[in-house]
């Protein structure tokens, strides 16, 4: 059975940083698509970045410059560095594992307040 399970959440003032953790039991790790999303109070669920099995990375335009993901392929986890963080960047996060079927993880709660 698939897990994923996310850490790092947690409260941070505007401009801080967070780096999110995903540790992933998909196999074989580096043939899946990994992601992070984000789902605010009263809003869709949202693609902030992806990393493709070739090594590639995709951003939502909101987080470009700021967000960067990165994978250990030996340890099956994926990673999303948040820097320069808004308020609007408060949401739940999401990983999503993607390869013929796609898994999530249970989410982890991101608030960015003063």
């Known amino acids: 059975q698939v897990q994923l399970v996310e850490s790092g959440g947690g409260l941070v003032q505007p401009g801080g940083s967070l780096r999110l953790s995903c540790a992933a039991s998909?196999?074989?790790?580096?043939?899946?698509?990994m992601g992070w999303y984000r789902q605010a109070p009263g809003k869709q669920r949202e693609l902030v970045a992806t990393?493709?099995?070739?090594?590639?990375?995709n951003y939502a335009d909101s987080v470009k410059g700021r967000f960067t993901i990165s994978r250990d392929t030996g340890k099956k986890t994926v990673y999303l560095q948040m820097n320069s963080l808004k308020p609007e960047d408060t949401a739940i996060y999401y990983c999503?594992?993607?390869?013929?079927?796609?898994?999530w993880g249970q989410g982890t709660q991101v608030t960015v307040s003063s």
């Open positions: 999503n594992a993607r390869r013929e079927l796609d898994y």
């Open positions: 998909v196999t074989p790790f580096s043939t899946y698509t």
């Open positions: 990393m493709f099995g070739s090594g590639g990375t």
